[in-house]
């Protein structure tokens, strides 16, 4: 998302249900995101407007989970929400552990004036940051088990020095191979 000079909009969402009625959802929740996150600088105060407006045109029972930051290039700190969407992976210098980015939030379209909680946190050179859908943690081999958080951490911990272009493609690729 295009904010003020300095500033990028970082969204990765998920919507329930298939088909052109997600489709739809999504594309209306996309839009009230971007124009709520152009008027408030603050991601939970964007993202609080965001889900009332969607929640009075979710009359199907769809909801939206949603990671939203703001990445300020002036001091590299990135000031997020997280309304029920699985938490991004952040690899901090050369630390062996992967951070989660959680926050409190429940998923949009759900309930009127939910409790949002924004969180700023510190990015630095040769950080890694991984978003992801449920689509990557819950890919299921012909055993029945899925990918998890434990083998998307193994492989950004592993891949934590290449592009990110590379780190995704490893990501792909471990999926791939995983589930056949």
């Not at 939206?64 to 001091?75: A, H, I, K, N």
């Not at 969407?85 to 062996?96: D, F, I, K, R, T």
């Not at 958080?149 to 471990?174: C, D, G, K, S």
């Amino acid at each position: 998302i295009a904010m003020e000079k300095g500033m990028l909009g970082l969204l990765v969402a998920d919507v329930s249900g298939k088909g052109v009625p997600a489709a739809l959802f999504m594309a209306l929740s996309r839009i009230v995101v971007r124009v709520n996150a152009l008027w408030h600088p603050d991601p939970a105060k964007a993202i609080f407007d965001a889900n009332n407006i969607i929640t009075q045109d979710s009359k199907s029972g769809m909801f939206v989970t949603l990671f939203f930051g703001t990445l300020r290039e002036r001091d590299r700190t990135l000031t997020y929400v997280n309304a029920g969407h699985n938490p991004p992976c952040l690899l901090q210098g050369e630390a062996s552990t992967v951070r989660l980015l959680k926050a409190r939030g429940v998923a949009l379209g759900v309930l009127d004036d939910v409790d949002l909680q924004s969180v700023k946190v510190e990015l630095h050179h040769g950080d890694v940051l991984v978003f992801y859908t449920d689509g990557v943690t819950e890919a299921i081999n012909s055993a029945e088990e899925e990918f998890g958080e434990e083998r998307l951490f193994a492989v950004i911990t592993e891949n934590r020095n290449r592009p990110a272009e590379e780190i995704m493609a490893a990501i792909l690729e471990a999926i791939t191979a995983f589930a056949g």
